[in-house]
């Protein structure tokens, strides 16, 4: 690029900085300094020491304290870091001269986000987007990070003193500004190029919703905090096999399966994970993935019933869904893991909710409150009934073994069918049998 950086290397120094609040007198809390653990770890990263510091607000030139810096360089030293990972944001001339002083890459927050994703993207999209995040990144620490670059001057009158010892010398432009200034005009052109490609997915995506929309899909959206266990319970609730794995945005790329157990199609889509202060330009660039979330007729938010700052965790993720637009959306709460809590049971979740519902996506306990919970926020109640079908009634027959369950039949002596029949009570409505049902059993749960 523009400047010689050190190389990135996979054995890496953590920095976490607590910062006083003033008000309160309190610090942030463990909970910080533990997702960046895990965070750490799901980018594969080798963790060869864990550097932490107390202050008030950070240094205007190395973030951390000038004592604090001699310490991190001598245990940068020590280990032989490659790198060196701040669970911070860092401005870029922080960057540049933590890099210059440690001699060895700084990375932050952001890009160690950005580092995972890039990881884990296996999709034409998902890689679009991550690429996106990436050079929006860029642009911020290219534009204002690097201006020293500004400053540099070429030969002859380009900014040196020229004839008559005049500083300047004419309109010649320096190499270094001449290089910055493509650097970014091919990060531009670059970042319209993956945007517009983009935007051809978000449009057939678009194309999709109205497709299902105009054959009256219902779509659930499965939303919450990374490693919540969104794709343990997809799969329980669709029959799916998406990996799974105990760490930090395991899922990437959407996934979207018919909803099992239904008689009406309802299809579900696992999305990306949240996180705390998730970054600005990884929320631009999954808009085409969030927008599965804001467009579903339900958002059913999974959460973390054994996490010890499980509320906490549950207002993150409702921040971000009304930062995309999905606040106003109909939600379904789902209190996972429970296998993990005492007794494997969550006394404050009211069993069979409409709101809220505990569940286990491991174990299958709760999951058949839960597609009940789905069925109903959704409309789609299903009864079991009976339809007296005439004899020469045949298209009425084929349509209930088409849009609901037959259980049996039976025939009286005039030839009129009795048809026991499990379908949604939106659907019987909807095809006007209200008045066939001779009996209507008790709602299926």
């Known amino acids: 690029m523009l400047f010689e950086r050190p190389v990135l290397g996979d054995l890496a120094t953590l920095v976490d900085v607590r910062f006083t609040r003033a008000a309160t007198g309190e610090d942030d809390g463990d909970a910080l300094r533990d997702e960046f653990r895990e965070l750490v770890r799901s980018a594969d990263l080798v963790r060869a020491a864990f550097v932490t510091a107390s202050r008030d607000k950070p240094h205007p030139r190395w973030f951390v ?14 280990t032989a870091s490659t790198l060196v990972v701040f669970n911070h944001e860092l401005t870029p001339a922080q960057q540049r001269n933590l890099e210059e002083r440690l001699e060895c890459r700084a990375m932050t927050r952001t890009e160690l986000i950005l580092h995972i994703f890039a990881d884990r993207a296996r999709t034409h999209e998902g890689i679009l987007q991550v690429q996106l995040a990436q050079l929006t990144h860029a642009q911020t620490r290219l534009i204002r990070g690097w201006t020293h670059l500004d ?47 983009l935007e051809r997915v978000r449009k057939r995506r678009s194309q999709s919703r109205r497709r299902r929309l105009r054959s009256r899909i219902p779509t659930v959206a499965l939303a919450g905090y990374t490693n919540a266990g969104k794709s343990t319970l997809f799969n329980a609730l669709t029959g799916s096999r998406a990996p799974t794995e ?3 945005f395991a899922t990437l790329d959407p996934t979207t399966r018919r909803l099992e157990d239904s008689t009406r199609d309802v299809v579900v889509s696992d999305t990306v994970g949240f996180i705390r202060n998730l970054p ?3 929320v631009e660039a999954f808009k085409a993935t969030l927008e599965e979330v804001a467009e579903a007729d339900l958002v059913v938010h999974v959460i973390d019933a054994s996490a010890d700052d499980a509320e906490s965790l549950r207002d993150e993720v409702i921040g971000v869904l009304a930062e995309i637009g999905a606040a106003s959306l109909p ?14 049971i969550a006394p404050w979740i009211p069993s069979g909710g409409l709101t809220r519902v505990a569940a286990s996506a491991l174990t299958g306990a709760g ?10 926020r959704l409309g789609l109640d299903t009864v079991t009934t009976r339809v007296r079908v005439s004899a020469d009634d045949g298209e009425l027959r084929a349509w209930l073994y088409r849009n609901g369950e037959v259980e049996g039949e039976t ?15 939106a659907r019987l409505d909807e095809a006007g049998l209200g008045h066939l ?5 008790e709602t299926a749960r």
């Open 65 to 78: 304290g000038t004592g604090k810096l001699d310490e991190l360089a001598s245990v940068v030293a020590a």
């Open 151 to 197: 400053r540099q001057t070429g030969v002859g009158g380009a900014g040196g003193r020229g004839a008559g010892g005049r500083i300047g010398g004419g309109a010649q432009r320096g190499a270094g500004e001449t290089q910055l200034e493509m650097d970014q005009r091919m990060l531009a052109v670059r970042v319209r190029q993956v945007r517009t490609r």
């Open 246 to 248: 105990n760490r930090l």
């Open 280 to 282: 600005v330009t990884l």
């Open 331 to 344: 939600t379904l709460e789902v209190w996972n893991k429970i296998d993990r809590l005492p007794g494997g």
């Open 367 to 376: 999951l058949d409150e839960l597609r009940q919970a789905i069925w109903s």
């Open 411 to 425: 025939v009286d002596a005039q030839g009129t069918l009795t048809v026991a029949v499990r379908l949604d009570r």
């Open 437 to 441: 049902a001779v009996c209507a059993a």
